[in-house]
């Protein structure tokens, strides 16, 4: 398979607003093409970074949502039955080391062992993927990086990378945006006014502080765009807070009243 | 495969009842294409309200009903062996993206995670689909929306949605219409007189008061217009009753005493 | 695949004894196209009144007997491969549905819940069948039903049906018959004098009280006629007894004692 | 597939030697065509007096070993990829219901649920085999029986057959012969003297009573026979008393020195 | 497939240094063709004892080893797909039936039940082997025998032979040579001289005591062989005491430490 | 398939840095072609030395990852369907077998134990590969070696080799090279100034001596490779450390405190 690069070229700029230094110190990772394992809580802007790198450094993203059904073939590849007989398939992974794309995986601690251990290769100075089934042995394009995200709040000692995995990344810290910034993110993707914006960051800052005591996460950002977006369409703030911010993540009936409260308080 | 869209539009008006302002929300959120995520116990109105919504909106329906055995592929498509080779089938959640209809998971916490993560890249900016087994990333029709329906009273710590997942819908909280609403319901349905209906859902009232203390679900609307119907074909409204509404959901002994003790005195 | 109507048409009337009102409730179930679970005890009698009530109301019958390992597709169909490429052959569920068969699931609850799920659209207002994989919606023929049946006595944590599945059906109970019919069934079915019968069904009374101080069933009116059949093959009736009613059920030496104790006393 | 009958004829009369009036019985049954269940320890003669029987009534005989991996479609027959398409291919159960064989499932306990629940309809008074794969229903031809083997000593909770499968089997009791019949066989099969196979038989007893204190099963016969070839190869009786009767059965020291003790005693 | 003989006979003569009257016994048991088991710990010898009665006996060697992913189709053979439609190939215990082999299947216990049930009819008065997907029963070859091997030490309750297979073999026990024989072995083997081999075998005895107090396993034969070997190319005899028997079979400091000191006390 | 040796071999020194005798041992391990068991922790140079050593050799090297989803057909081949019917691809094992390969399993203890049983005859005096699937036994070429690796850190009772397959392998240990040498390692690999990788080293032990403290594992050297790159590309070496040593590593708060001061205090 001629695998077309032009559609993974990410061809607008894709909105992202710095937090800290973490452009400049992805673009040294990048530089030495060095793994690159992105950190963080749900909903934060980890997808949004490394799309916006991927256009900044004008290189082809391949992006993976993994997951625990997810084999070894689903990245690297598979034989199918043609009318010619056999044919081999490049995945994702296989076909990113092929024309030096970003290739990310995407919660990558959701995938099977064996997905995890074929980038083993890929990922130290070796930098090639044996394609066993294939008996071909590729070496990466000299573009080629591999970046994965990796949810701390999630792991539990039944699923977590293992250390010969872990060792192959300098690793990202990402966290959601602080308040100012968050806003204008809310302001500049729904166009509401900042006033509005605010309060919605506001209920995400309590929601954020009741993560561990009875909420497995706070509200993500994209949640609070949700909200937003719903005002923008006529629904009352109220209404579009419940169902944009609070019925998603909890049925506690605690922490709904708790939420609620913040809301109506804000929206009075 | 092209697929047909007319068979996935719904030609005559669903009967639905709105008890709140269910519509709007739902329309305003369609309007922003936010997936959305339907809430509430079995039998409640749930399909029916989905099914309205895309007759109202004029928009074609793809129901897929998710169990714990269904993989990705059973979303997105697969390669079948053809004449003339392998052939890729699209799968219902690839047609709806393609063709711009409503696709309605219902119960998605059945389903196994990488039917899940496979609707990650479809819920937030990008809106595309990846169907990495073919090696083409497809773009959502502007008109696709996705919706899934989610029985808070069933998750167990096993088996419920990601946080990752939850974070991209908007919600709705769905539950039993009320009292006058479901004998409308009942009597329009079945042709059944007003007195009859009342009754029926008395009996309701009165199984949906022992949920947690015997019954792990009401009786649904559902099955108090199966009562009806049985009374209709010109059963006995005791057995009818007995029939329809309590054998089907319990054998305990003591709740089946308590629920024909309550038949027997509206239907003296 | 044209399915071949006639071979699932009962030619000659199955034997049965109503007990209560069972035939109108089910006629009046029927004639409302309602699904309907029949529920009771093993070998007494259920699928033989499915039967009946088939060649009664002049419908094919299509009985499946659900296992652990069936899969969806073993009811919805598949695809097979041929010499012109894949062909599609449809399974017993889908022939049911397009032919206007009763489609009988025998003990429903030990299928997986692909299975289970995969019956949901054909139960309500729908009345459809989506084949996924054939990417076609089918709509069930105006005279299809849908039987399910089920052994409370079985049901455990792990196994049992989902509410969302058990309200879309009206159920009927089912036990062993009483003991003057079920002397006559015995009678009928293999032509011995109504003493011998007479004495077998109290020898399965003996059984059905232990049901639960030591035995998990009791005798079913099948092991019952086998034991007057071989009676009636010349065997003396306390080897025939036995090995018919007692051997089968349990390998406990207690039991076994008090049944055979019975056994004799009866047949001294 | 033309199944080949003759190859599932027994020629020469296998060696059975009666205990009581299991012949009889068996014969009564099968005039009946009655589902018969073999109950017995290993190695005491369940297969051979199938055979026996098999041959007496002068039926072609198809045995299957069941396993926990075999499935369904094993007994039943299955697809197979042809020059020409696919082409169905018989199972042993199939084939045997086709011909009018004795189908016996040997150790039926061991496979998985859906082989025990396939054989539900050609065990009741429909005779069928239901070939859902494949779209038809066979009858059973008139001189098809079904036999089933069962050791009860092997049942626990997790394996046992259900009871809606055991109340379909007439049951015989099988156990190791007479000490007398015993002897005969040994000699009959071996050519050993009367007095030899008068020693192995005790050493028999000896373990048979250790059964349940140390050792999960006895000695079987056929280890005896074992024992008596050994020696008539020339081989001491002590030496090969320990080779074929001590060493397979046990690792447990203190139970080998009982038996290794009892057999330095007889062969002093 | 025709199978090559030729290869499965083992030309040159086996090293084998008799401990007790094993070949006696072995040949014994062949001359009836009754199935061997062969108990021993690891490395005592136990395949090379069956190499070395194959090459004895002149007759062919199918060895397999088992493991517990080995299913029976891996034994008794599957159907290929090929360019004229399926073909059936043998697998390695249908081959050895065929061609009058000794099939070895080595640490029997590992495989799965199904691997162990399928060797039932070849281990008794039958001697058939039913190849049910092929719709076949063949015969075996008068001189077909089948040998497996069993280390008593790994077995636990979940992972036995069924009493019903143990039964159905003599048994022949195996524990590392005595010590004048094992230095033999390692002199016969490597050239080494007679006092380091005897310095190797001391070592050995101290990790056999070792045994069920801290170590799993005593130190092989095959590992004594590897030290002189080490020590034959030049390494220091306590250097290649440590590679060869210490550091692969254990990382407990205490018993390095025991074995390390044991080896410096030898090779002072 | 015909293997392409040239790209197996291994074109130019790999660096590396003996830290003892390793390089002798080894040596004389594969004059006796002795199977070898390389152990040591993440990321200390195991799978390094294997290549300096098949460069050093003039072999061929074939390395495979393990993982617990492979196969035994992931290791020896497997047939594939071509145009003109199935065709054997051998997999890497046993082209390295035919070409005189060093193979290389990487972390075997991962693989299923079909993969770890299928190695035992390639590692005893047979030196063959039985291909089951095939009805081939390939002999081993002169010059093939079996390298595995093994990290004790890891093992735990549900998962490490079986005493049968440590017993046919001699064992190097390994660890992280001592400070001079891991300085110089990373002065060579990345060019960075000697006082830069001495303080990286010291920062290594802070981890290292955490271990079993809080860490799992330390910082491996392929880290502070990674620390000293990012700080010639630029980066402050304060955030060079903690993105490359310390977030891959730890979540935990007190573990990243503890190694970012002693990070401040070197860097100061």
């Known amino acids: ?50 799309e916006h790198m991927a256009w900044k450094l004008k290189r082809p993203l391949i992006t993976v949502a993994c997951n625990e059904d997810m084999t070894a073939s689903d990245l690297v590849g598979r034989y199918l039955l043609d009318a010619d007989g056999t044919r081999w398939l490049d995945g994702p992974l296989t076909i990113a080391a092929r024309i030096g794309a970003i290739c990310y995986l995407d919660e990558v ?13 890929l990922t130290d100075h070796r930098r090639t993927l044996p394609l066993d089934k294939k008996g071909e042995v590729i070496s990466a394009h000299p573009d080629f990086q591999l970046v ?66 009875g909420l497995d996460e706070g509200i993500s950002t994209r949640l609070l765009v949700y909200g937003a977006e719903l005002i923008k369409q006529g629904i009352k703030p109220r209404a579009a807070c419940r169902m944009a911010l609070v019925r998603p993540i909890t049925d ?3 922490i709904r009243a708790t939420l609620d409260h913040a809301i109506d308080t804000l929206f009075a």
């Open 1 to 50: 398979m001629t695998a077309d690069v032009a559609q993974y070229l990410i061809e607008n700029e894709p909105f992202y607003q710095a937090q800290e230094d973490e452009i400049d110190l992805y673009q040294a990772a990048y530089q030495a093409r060095m793994p690159v394992m992105i950190k963080g809580p749900t909903g934060c802007g980890k997808s949004r970074f490394v």
């Open 252 to 254: 506690d009936a605690d």
């Open 109 to 121: 601690v959701e995938a099977r062992q064996d997905t995890t251990v074929v980038i083993h290769p």
């Open 148 to 213: 994965i995200s990796y949810n701390p709040g999630y792991q539990s000692l039944m699923k977590d990378l293992k250390q010969s995995t872990k060792q192959r990344f300098a690793a990202l810290d990402f966290d959601y945006a602080p308040e100012k910034i968050e806003c204008e993110i809310i302001c500049k993707e729904t166009g509401t006014d900042a006033e509005t914006a605010s309060k919605l960051v506001k209920i995400g800052h309590t929601a954020r502080n009741l993560k561990g005591h």
